[in-house]
């Protein structure tokens, strides 16, 4: 369902008369579209469509506005009550909208077998997990024109969903971070394919929890990260269309046995995988 806030026109001059001095009218600025849904749940990417030209802000940030006034946004695992959106036009006029935001549960995960070091990791190795996660974060922030997050997303392999998102994780008993993605049980070596089109902006088949790690961008600061890969197909700067066979599935890292791992960001905002196969 849409919702359109729209801002009335202010009421123009009238007409003169021949006997009356004419004076200097404005233009009257054209209503403000802002269509976005009424409500959306935690973990959701929503999108939106404005006029094309205007600026339109969501938490302090200038969302990016398409050609044909699209726009897109995360929403976070732990957002609560409403999302306030504004929008403003070149021409003047502006526009607001809420959206109410849909919580959901999240349960307690346990996740037993897992090698002691990457649950408590000594200081070497926590600071090498350090540094490989702000290598994966910096490529996040890029915010390109392109439009592949529009397309429907497909499955990159097809398997028992054996991790959810947002679920808590306990790892052999120590409690860790709610989990990032979604984790797609697969035999070793099934081929992995790009759920839609993008440009590879991080690969590297050896990082300590993560093992294999692919980043692809969407554009518009949406990204799809797949981890534990026991190969990686494609290289950084390289374009790959949807469906592309772009690595395999594997163990490497922190895994219990072979699955893919795909999780989604909006830049710094991790939202859930399934919604954008549910919804799309």
């Not at 044909?68 to 909208?97: H, L, Y």
């Not at 997990?129 to 290598?135: D, H, L, N």
């Amino acid at each position: 369902m849409l919702a359109a806030a729209m801002l009335a026109a202010l009421p123009g001059c009238s007409t003169p008369s021949l006997a009356t001095p004419l004076r200097a009218t404005t233009a009257t600025p054209a209503p403000l579209m802002l269509e976005l849904p009424t409500r959306a749940s935690q973990g959701a990417l929503v999108a939106g469509r404005t006029r094309p030209g205007a600026t339109v802000r969501h938490a302090g940030r200038a969302l990016r506005v398409a050609d044909d006034g699209r726009f897109v946004f995360g929403i976070a695992r732990d957002a609560s009550e409403t999302i306030d959106i504004e929008a403003s036009g070149t021409g003047g006029g502006r526009a607001a909208a809420s959206i109410r935001v849909l919580p959901r549960d999240w349960p307690i995960e346990q996740v037993r077998g897992v090698p002691p070091a990457t649950v408590n990791p000594p200081p070497a190795i926590a600071e090498r997990i350090r540094r490989e996660q702000a290598r994966v974060s910096a490529v996040r922030t890029r915010d390109d024109a392109r439009l592949d997050w529009t397309q429907r997303f497909q499955w990159p392999v097809r398997g028992r969903i054996s991790g959810r998102f947002g679920n808590q994780r306990v790892y052999n008993g120590s409690p860790g971070a709610a989990h990032s993605g979604m984790d797609i049980a697969a035999p070793r070596g099934t081929p992995v394919r790009a759920p839609a089109a993008g440009v590879v902006t991080f690969a590297d088949r050896d990082l300590y929890l993560t093992g294999g790690t692919l980043v692809l961008d969407h554009g518009h600061g949406v990204s799809s990260n797949f981890l534990h890969l026991s190969r990686i197909d494609v290289s950084v700067g390289q374009r790959v269309e949807q469906g592309q066979v772009i690595a395999a599935v594997g163990a490497t890292g922190r895994a219990t046995g072979p699955h893919l791992h795909w999780g989604m960001n909006w830049f710094d905002v991790r939202i859930d995988p399934l919604l954008m196969l549910d919804s799309r």
